[in-house]
């Protein structure tokens, strides 16, 4: 048995070698040999951990030592960095300390200071965000460093497409104004702001205009490290202008042609430009080109003058938008006339206020007249409707979902012997209970759809018993609060005869009045068959009466060579169509249409009023034509006269030369008198021959004379030597005679 070395020797010294055979004892010596070995396993572990962990103690030790080091570094380029940040010496900081408290404390300063101007920012840029101006932001050397949302909707580049790009790289094209960019330039090297419009172009090449406002930032020491530019998109503003301009010429031919009378007044000049229709309203000589406020009040009846002076006030001040008002005119023999004038601001000056307005006018006189007739008749109405067996009311339905009744005439009283009060607040009680359903149903058709309400209902009225009443209303108008307004009437049935033939009568005086009236009439079925005809119809279309009835207005109608609607009964609004008559001929026509309904508020087919515009149109051929001819007479006279100029200038110059080289030579007295008259005489025609051929200062009104020192006895001794042969051709005697009087200097134009 193998032992420990030390426990093996410890036997051979201690236990006889012929006891080393007995069972127990090897049994023992064998434990005992286990623990030597268990120790020594022991030992070896304990020593091979301690050399690591003395290992790990030595790598830990320099660790810390590295890190010291490094701390020491760091805490001295952290007080360097803030000596270098901290321009006001706030702070004083020892380089040999190891103290961080102190930096910590500027530091969180820092930090707090560094939140609040952060959340300015924020802010700053969610306004810029969600702003619908266009905003960009470039650093000094103007490079984009950051564009918001409205910019790159317009412009069509991304933010990461712009930065550190020239915004005018991107943005500026052919079309973009060379002066505009020049001074932009300017502006921004002069450490100015700039505020103009500009033409740019978004990333598809289209172009739009902008209201641009440029603003340098700067720095502590002055010097700019920013630029911020706000645009407005102003391409909406900038086309309504133009298509404004446009149409203001085609306004006013189309108001000459239709009869109604143009204005121009001139707020700065205080000046009214009236169309010759305005002043033949007025009576006012239509050569007079020029009216001042004062005299055309002297034409406005009294009582009218403070309320349109009022309202022209009020729109020269920006306080009113546009003028729409019934004035009372003085014609000059003495006749008083009612014009509708409307008005409104074309131009505006550097303060936003009006200095240009346009407006028209029409005479309204024959209009009013009739609105008093009218008026009288609406009067004659109410009485009447006091007597007839049927009672008129009006019905609201409000907004807010309330109804009540608004209006009934008193002749409910006669009728049902209920007063008006009574009737308006209890109305629906009394209907029976039968028939409350239809008539509730029908009058929520009647509100949420505006269809006209048609019933028949009874109505069990205490003491009186029960009645049957025959109500039929439609929609007439809405109140100023949008409320819808249905106006009817309600009667008896036994009565319903009477109120059937007192419509009828009524309608057949109706159609009479149109009838000599210059406005046809046509009504037709729901089959589009004509059911009555009018004697202006029959005029206009040349057909005969008889002709016309029971015939398709489709068929009638026919020839149409525009037209919006195939079937004009589909067509309830006004619109124009060219047709040829019976006879063939060509007229134009402005039809309005509307259906047409029973007394029970069943549609039956329609109405039209057509009403002959011929004239009108031809007026409108006549001056296209015209316009168009004046187009072509003024390109002819630019050309002849630009030939002209070359074919009399070239040998005018070629005398004036002959002249010159003539006056170079030996001459005698009297043929260098001749010379030199020649050569003064050939420069005045010169003179005279520019300023006639000089189109473009004849049509822009601008003749300039010279305004420079020149003797008049020298032009008198000029003329003199230029007509004095003619003058002795003729045996003429020419003498000037001049006061010694007369100044030496004049200034003026000495060849004119």
Known sequence: ????????????????????????????????????????????????????????????????????????????????????????????????????????????????????????????SLVSEETSNMVLIADAHQKTMWVNKAFCEISGYTLQEVIGKKPGYFLQGPGTDQKTISKIREELQAGNSFHGRILNYNKSGSTYWIDLSINPIKDNDGKISKYISVGTDVSDQIQKSEELLKSELKWKIAMEGSGGGV???????????????????????PEQPFLSIEELTECIVPDSRKKINKAFEQLLSGHLHTINQEISFLHTDGTELALLIKALPTKFNAQGKPSYILGTTTDITEIKQTEIALANRVRQFQGLSENIPAAIYEYQFNKDGTEEFKYISPAIEKIFGISPAEFMANGISYIHPEDLHIFLSKNKLARDLHVPFICESRLIIPGKGTFWQYVSSSFTYYTQRGDAVFTGIISDITQEKNAVDLLRINEEKYKAIIATMKLGLLEADQNNLITYANNAFCRMSNWEHSELIGCNINHVLLPITFVRDQNPLNDWDAHEIKVKDKLGNERWWLVSKAPRYSERGVQVGSVGIYLDISQQKDLEISLVNAREEAIKLAKTKENFLANMSHEIRTPLNGIIGMIRELRKMELTRKQELYVRNAGTASQHLLSIVNNILDLSKIEAGVFDLSTAPFSLREVFKEVKEIVKSMAVEKGLELKFDISNDLAKRFIGDSLR
């Not at 093996?8 to 004892?25: C, N, S, V």
């Not at 204005?263 to 006012?284: C, P, Q, R, W």
């Open 1 to 124: 048995m193998n032992f420990h070395r030390l426990l093996e020797r410890q036997i051979k010294k201690f236990i006889p070698e012929p006891g080393w055979g007995e069972p127990w004892l090897e049994k023992f010596l064998a434990a005992v040999n286990e623990s030597y070995l268990s120790f020594e396993r022991d030992k070896e572990l304990s020593e091979h951990s301690f050399h690591i962990s003395e290992k790990e103690y030595q790598q830990l030790n320099a660790d810390l030592l590295a890190e010291v080091n490094i701390k020491k570094l760091s805490i001295k380029k952290l007080k360097d960095s803030i000596n270098t940040i901290d321009l006001e010496n706030k702070i004083s900081l020892d380089p040999h300390s190891d103290n961080l408290l102190s930096i910590v404390d500027y530091l969180n300063e820092q930090i707090d200071q560094r939140k609040k101007v952060e959340e300015k920012l924020r802010d700053l």
């Open 263 to 285: 204005f121009e007044y001139d707020a700065e000049k205080n000046h009214f430009i009236t169309s010759t229709n305005l002043k033949v309203m007025l009576g006012l000589p």
